[in-house]
């Protein structure tokens, strides 16, 4: 307990270092490099990671070390609950968005093919699932006794950390839409899925706003970082929250519908699929039991799709409108995607959701 708190004796300001947390993100940045560089060895079609990707998995690993360290996450951790929040939400707009959006391909689909984790996202990323996942993981890290946790612990700080990561993956995940056979909503679904997300999950900050009196009693010396008394501390804490996703998310959602096509004829009833995807089918039919080029067959069909090949999928420049493919590099609309035998699984299609080429 005393070595948990020792940052919080030694003053607000003084500097503290974080060997455990910067152990933690320089593994998980060789070992994503590692598991990608054996994919590029082991799969008959490898998918390549592109230097755009690879900037925003930095990104994100080292906004997380400014949000996780000295002195943000010290303040967050004993100090303040503004920190606190503002931690939070760096965690969940920034840290998320670029570490989704930054992950190579062939990772990411790894990662999602075990079955369990499959049918989780099948139906958590339905935007309703979404909102209430998302506020639910976000609201309930921010409980009183969760808060005194992290306040003592640095083991419950990082899992604290890591829940409200996966949040903001949640958040993302239907608005990027990276994982393979999961189609991303229409842009107005999109957009209106964007104002429910910032404004739902941060309920609490009236709640922060409307308090006449603090709420955490672990975050009682704020006047020391800031000069606020606690419960002015708290007020701050819910403007912070209220405006950081308020602005975010509405700026993005304004991107999303600036950049929807003119007509549904232009748009089609969804995204068209790439071999990933239809991949993705194949291996949930299979584990449905059904087995068989029939039953594969309906799964891929039932989708809007010929489950034997389709074109790539149309990318675009902004965070709210990425769905971590390239153009088919013909530059033909609708041209026939590779084709694959159902009986053998065998095809000559690049399985990476980046078309033929495997880049942005």
Same mark, same amino acid.
């Given at each position: 307990?005393?070595? +948990?708190?020792? %940052? ?5 300001? !003084? ?11 320089? /593994? ?11 994919? *590029?060895?082991?799969? +008959?079609? %490898? ?10 998995? $930095? ?25 606190? $929040?503002? &931690? ?15 992950? %190579?391909? @062939?990772?990411?689909?790894?990662? /999602? ?13 339905? #935007? ?12 309930? !890290?921010?409980? #009183? ?76 010396? !704020?006047? &020391? ?38 007509? @549904?004829?232009? *748009? ?52 709210? @409108? ?15 995607? %590779?084709?694959? @035998?159902?009986?053998?699984? !065998? ?14």
């Amino acid at each position: 307990m005393t070595a +948990a708190i020792a %940052p919080a004796t030694a003053g607000p300001w !003084s500097f503290a270092p974080h060997p455990v947390l910067w152990a933690v993100l320089a /593994t998980m940045g060789v070992g994503v490099a590692l598991v990608h560089r054996r994919l *590029l060895t082991t799969v +008959a079609h %490898p998918v390549h990671w592109p230097r755009v990707r690879i900037g925003r998995f $930095v990104g994100a690993l080292v906004v997380a070390l400014v949000a996780m360290g000295w002195p943000l996450g010290d303040l967050a951790a004993h100090w303040s609950l503004s920190a606190l $929040v503002l &931690q939070r939400c760096i965690l969940v707009l920034a840290v998320a968005s670029l570490l989704l959006a930054g992950l %190579p391909d @062939d990772v990411l689909a790894w990662a /999602t093919r075990p079955a369990l984790v499959d049918a989780v996202l099948l139906r958590v990323l339905r #935007p309703p699932a979404a909102v209430v996942t998302v506020t639910v993981l976000l609201v309930g !890290s921010m409980a #009183p006794p969760l808060v005194a946790a992290q306040s003592d612990s640095a083991v419950a700080r990082g899992l604290l950390a890591l829940v409200v990561v996966v949040a903001g993956i949640v958040l993302w995940l239907p608005i990027l839409g990276r994982v393979p056979g999961i189609p991303r909503p229409r842009p107005m679904i999109r957009a209106v899925y964007l104002v429910a997300q910032a404004v739902v999950p941060v309920f609490l900050s009236f709640v922060y706003i409307l308090a006449t009196r603090p709420l955490y009693p672990t975050l009682l010396r !704020s006047h &020391q970082v800031v000069g606020l008394q606690p419960l002015a501390d708290q007020q701050v804490a819910g403007f912070v929250s209220k405006l950081s996703f308020l602005l975010t998310l509405l700026c993005v959602a304004g991107v999303v519908l600036a950049r929807a096509p003119d007509s @549904d004829e232009d *748009l089609g009833p969804e995204d068209p699929l790439v071999w990933a995807d239809i991949e993705r089918h194949f291996e949930r039919a299979d584990r449905r039991g059904r087995g068989g080029r029939p039953a594969a067959v309906a799964a891929a069909g039932a989708e809007g799709a010929d489950p034997l090949g389709g074109p790539g999928r149309r990318t675009g420049g902004g965070p709210g @409108d990425e769905r971590g493919g390239a153009p088919d590099p013909s530059g033909i609309a609708g041209e026939p995607g %590779p084709t694959r @035998d159902v009986a053998t699984g !065998s095809g000559d299609a690049d399985t990476g959701r980046d078309g033929d080429s495997g880049t942005d």
